[in-house]
């Protein structure tokens, strides 16, 4: 059966939610035991139209699902303008929400989706071509492995979920070595679980040599209530909620940018 997270039934929109569940998702905090987390598809809503995301967190675990970071920097790269010529996502998962956001704008540019996951690629291909990302490279990518390319602009969503010092040098030292030149820039959404990991991300980040600037609550805000339909009805009861999940994501999730002189 087709449903939202709330019980509702739906009508079966796409090939790929034949015969299986479909959750809609919204924030963790409005949803009761994580249903989307264990759900077979999810659909996320973006300025571009929806995405759905096939996952298998049973399967394989923390990259088998989408998270909310990486939906929160989605809908944050729906909202500016960047001019870039190579785009590298670092952990992209199954579902490489912000690569195909990303994608969708049309650009002649190049975007690769990586993960150092190998059994998740398949399903990262199904995703990307199901929701008009095909021409998305795919590249099995492990932190701190040898790598011929390089890139203006690095894309990262709960790459720094541990909290360690280990985790996060692996991954600025990965940033290091992808970066073109001193133009290029890491944008970097970071969803919180430990005390102060971001204060301590950031000391590491500028210890390595790294600039840091925090993208505002109020640009977030913006961007996340813009990010479907509902925002531009009359419905009033359907703006508050959306008003409200926008504030609950904004809080949830910060952006970073980061570059580097060289």
């Not at 040098?169 to 102060?196: G, M, Q, V, W």
Request: net charge negative; hydrophobic share 40%; proline share 2%.
């Amino acid at each position: 059966s087709l449903r939202t997270s709330d019980g509702e039934n739906l009508e079966k929109t796409n090939e790929m939610t034949r015969s299986t569940e479909l959750i809609i998702w919204t924030p963790p905090t409005a949803v009761k035991h994580l249903d989307w987390l264990h759900a077979e598809i999810v659909r996320y809503d973006l300025c571009s139209g929806s995405v759905l995301v096939q996952q298998n967190y049973q399967l394989n675990g923390l990259a088998g699902a989408v998270w909310t970071a990486g939906y929160v920097l989605a809908i944050y790269l729906e909202s500016v303008d960047l001019k870039f010529h190579t785009a590298i996502e670092l952990g992209a998962g199954v579902a490489g929400i912000p690569s195909i956001a990303l994608a969708r704008k049309g650009r002649n540019s190049q975007i690769i989706a990586t993960d150092g996951e190998s059994q998740i690629l398949d399903l990262l291909a199904i995703n990307l071509r199901q929701n008009q990302a095909q021409d998305v490279r795919i590249q099995h990518l492990k932190w701190g492995q040898h790598t011929d390319f390089q890139a203006d602009l690095i894309l990262a969503a709960d790459c720094t979920y541990s909290g360690t010092k280990q985790h996060f040098l692996s991954f600025l030292n990965t940033c290091t070595n992808l970066l073109r030149d001193e133009k290029s820039i890491i944008l970097l959404a970071h969803t919180s679980r430990y005390p102060y990991d971001a204060e301590y991300f950031i000391d590491l980040a500028r210890n390595h040599g790294f600039i840091i600037k925090k993208i505002s609550r109020a640009s977030l805000i913006r961007a996340l209530v813009r990010r479907s339909p509902s925002s531009c009805d009359n419905d009033k009861e359907e703006q508050q909620y959306n008003n409200s999940t926008s504030m609950q994501l904004a809080t949830a999730t910060l952006i970073f940018q980061l570059h580097r002189e060289f």
